[in-house]
């Protein structure tokens, strides 16, 4: 379950919720900086169509699912949309008789079909089956497309000149599977490589045909990343390593690896990746990439490390809005960069005028209710205000702003016997199952004066332990007051 600011409001309004990034680095004309996103993009896989690129990532129990963002110089990127808009997969992801956390979207694959000129999502649920979305546009609107009877897990798609769709998938065992024209069922399915046991686990597989021969680009959790070549999707595959330990970007985070290739108009290559840096989550970061003459890849290092900055790629830097600001949710839906903590009760929530939540469960558990809107934390550090009118709360009402991960707090109101007040909260845990261990213990609380207030929440993401996240409140939206302990 990755880190994230949690926007949670019950029988409230917001009337605005911003995030103010501190130390970020932004792209130059001449350079860019690692990670390129510092939020969590974990499993990414990168593709071009033309001049545009798309990047898709894991997000698990999060809805809608399987983000698509967008970008015209593979360092400036938007969201624009996502390519499951509903975790239709079972009950358990409506936080109903169940639940979803770290199942749903796991490292999925996209892909691009030039012959309908259509874009293809494709994913394992529940290690259970696969399923496949598909739009004309990649900003959507997405429709499922078909159930698959096997569960490609960790899949990557190919969709070679003549318009055959393949997918690369498997855990040590790597398979490929041909699908027939309509993409709809299996015709063909074929283990093409065992991973030798000095490797370990290979994983998370990407399929491409560069140059007449077939790549499977494989990680190695969570230090390496191995290629397979072939003159066939069938094999035989021979195995190169790409990298092994090489020393990230990111001061305190974890070795690059998993992500994919991707080549430029111009036909220089890239490989974005991800960088572990808990608690933040997983980062995207970009390094080019060369060939050999025999047709290896192989990454551009900087003193033998992942480089922290490299020169711009030949492109024109195309600068997008940024991924962090303010929302004052006024038009009728709500912006690609939030995301539902499960699937919403789409009955009790509403924009134009701001936020409007209302109660979707009634419960002590945050991990159990339903309409906690959610939004990825940017790094290194930042801070999040949400200003919230609790006019129309009743008793037993609880709305505020929360750090959300397997340990999470809260700052918010609370209104009891006709008494709003605002608290501040921590405590609430789960175990290594995902079950609640701890609901919480209020720490501090404050009266307040009027029906509206501005919470806010200032965290320190950077890799390592110790990191802090502060909780602060104020009724005039500028004098903020502390409230309660530092969470860590």
Same mark, same amino acid.
């Not at 259509?118 to 649920?125: K, M, N």
């Not at 929530?349 to 945050?366: F, M």
């Given at each position: 379950?990755?880190?994230?600011? %949690? ?89 109903? !008789? ?64 003549? $318009? ?35 490797? $370990? ?51 305190? !985070? ?60 030949? %492109? ?111 405590? %609430? ?47 005039? $939206? ?11």
């Amino acid at each position: 379950m990755n880190r994230r600011l %949690l926007f949670s409001l019950a029988g409230a309004s917001a009337a605005a919720a911003a995030l103010n990034p501190f130390g970020v680095a932004e792209a130059q004309q001449t350079s860019y900086a690692n990670p390129v996103v510092w939020q969590d993009f974990a499993d990414v896989e990168v593709i071009r169509v033309g001049s545009d690129f798309y990047m898709t990532a894991s997000t698990m129990h999060y809805s809608p699912g399987a983000p698509v963002l967008h970008s015209r110089d593979l360092v400036n990127w938007e969201f624009i949309g996502h390519s499951v808009p509903r975790l239709d997969f079972g009950s358990k992801y409506d936080l109903s !008789g169940g639940r979803g956390y770290v199942r749903g979207i796991w490292a999925s694959t996209l892909a691009h079909r030039p012959s309908e000129n259509r874009y293809y999502w494709l994913g394992q649920i529940d290690f259970a089956r696969s399923y496949m979305y598909t739009a004309t546009n990649p900003a959507g609107p997405w429709t499922q497309h078909a159930q698959l009877s096997r569960a490609y897990y960790d899949a990557g798609m190919l969709v070679d000149a003549d $318009g055959t769709m393949y997918v690369a998938y498997g855990n040590t065992q790597i398979s490929v599977a041909q699908l027939s024209a309509d993409g709809k069922t299996e015709v063909r399915n074929q283990q093409v490589f065992s991973t030798p046991s000095s490797i $370990g686990t290979l994983e998370g597989s990407r399929f491409y045909k560069i140059n007449g021969n077939y790549y499977i680009f494989l990680t190695r959790p969570a230090n390496g990343q191995y290629i397979l070549k072939s003159s066939s999707p069938w094999g035989p595959y021979e195995l190169r390593q790409v990298l092994l330990n090489m020393p990230g970007p990111i001061s305190g !985070g974890g070795v690059p690896h998993q992500g994919g290739l991707v080549s430029t108009p111009g036909g220089a290559w890239y490989y974005m990746a991800f960088v572990d840096a808990y608690p933040g989550g997983r980062m995207p970061a970009l390094a080019p990439i060369t060939w050999t003459a025999d047709g290896w890849p192989q990454v551009t290092t900087v003193n033998g490390a992942w480089g922290s900055t490299y020169p711009f790629p030949n %492109l024109t830097p195309s600068p997008t809005p940024p991924l962090t600001g303010t929302d004052t949710f006024t038009t009728s839906a709500l912006a690609a960069k939030w995301e539902w903590n499960h699937n919403p009760d789409n009955t009790k929530w509403s924009t134009g005028d701001g936020l409007r939540l209302q109660t979707a469960t009634v419960t002590n558990d945050l991990y159990n209710a339903r309409n906690t809107l959610t939004h990825r934390i940017q790094g290194p550090s930042s801070t999040a205000t949400v200003e919230l009118d609790f006019a129309s709360m009743r008793d037993g009402d609880r709305a505020g702003l929360a750090m959300l991960r397997d340990a999470s707090a809260w700052i918010g109101v609370k209104r009891e016997a006709g008494v709003p007040r605002v608290v501040m909260t921590d405590g %609430l845990t789960m175990d290594g199952s995902w079950n609640t261990t701890g609901t919480g213990t209020e720490r501090a609380s404050a009266d307040l004066c009027s029906t509206r207030v501005w919470l806010r929440v200032t965290a320190d993401i950077r890799p390592g332990s110790g990191r802090q996240a502060l909780f602060s409140s104020s009724e005039d $939206g500028a004098a903020f007051t502390p409230l309660g302990p530092a969470f860590t």
